[in-house]
């Protein structure tokens, strides 16, 4: 089947650290893969997203790469900032499909 | 731009009566709009999916008579949650997806339901 499986929370992390959330997925097909970003009180945005093996997504500092062999998209951003504190979500589409799995969404904290 | 609101954002009521919860995408228009839920530190699951002017389509295990929706512009989907129960108390989300996006759904900020 297909799924997403990302590391639970939650992080907290100093300001300037250097942030990874792991993310690692099954897919039948050839998936996207997505990180979404929750603020608190808001939707979900996109932040970043990868549709083929070896692409990299990246925007606002953080990025991550579609490592088909590993089968994983993990989130990096090398230095985080107190306004990046939200819960992320790792996601897959397939090509071929409107649903979207989700991780069960990881929360980060970040302390001045 | 694409901005999906939901009303109301958190909703109380007793168990037996019915709820309706709208999204509306606000600056463009929405040909599918999806229907989440999502349980305390656990994942959205789709619950169904629906194009404007048709009949949404359910997730498997999702009652179909429980959760009404409805798509009937291209700006408003509504969920209707009928004779709801404590065991529906939930956080629901939708999002919505424009004509030829097909890999990109927009969301809106959720409500948060809580069945006495």
């Known amino acids: 089947g297909n799924s997403v499986t990302q590391m639970e929370g939650p992080v907290t992390l100093s300001e300037e650290a250097f942030l990874t959330i792991n993310c690692t997925y099954t897919?039948?097909?050839?998936?996207?893969l997505f990180w979404y970003v929750q603020y608190p009180g808001e939707g979900l945005q996109l932040l970043l997203k990868?549709?083929?093996?070896?692409d990299k997504g990246s925007n606002k500092g953080f990025e991550a790469t579609y490592r088909k062999e590993t089968t994983s998209f993990h989130l990096e951003k090398g230095s985080v900032q107190v306004s990046d504190s939200a819960v992320y979500f790792c996601?897959?589409?397939?090509?071929?499909?409107?649903?979207?799995?989700f991780g069960t969404g990881t929360s980060l904290t970040v302390i001045p | 731009g694409a901005v999906v609101s939901q009303h109301p954002s958190w909703v109380i009521c007793k168990s037996g009566t019915s709820v309706k919860i709208e999204c509306r995408s606000l600056?463009?228009?929405?040909?599918?709009m999806f229907w989440y839920r999502q349980f305390p530190k656990q994942s959205l699951m789709l619950m169904a999916t629906?194009?404007?002017?048709?009949?949404?389509?359910?997730e498997q295990g999702v009652e179909k008579d429980k959760f009404l929706i409805n798509h009937a512009s291209l700006t408003l989907s509504t969920l209707t949650v009928t004779s709801a129960h404590p065991e529906d108390s939930s956080f629901y989300i939708c999002?919505?997806?424009?004509?030829?996006?097909?890999?990109?759904?927009?969301f809106g900020p959720g409500t948060r339901l809580t069945v006495l």
């Open positions: 999002s919505a997806r424009f004509a030829g996006a097909t890999d990109t759904q927009y």
């Open positions: 600056d463009f228009q929405a040909t599918t």
């Open positions: 629906s194009n404007e002017g048709s009949k949404a389509t359910y």
């Open positions: 897919a039948t097909g050839y998936p996207s």
């Open positions: 990868a549709t083929k093996a070896d």
């Open positions: 996601a897959l589409t397939l090509a071929t499909g409107n649903q979207f799995y």
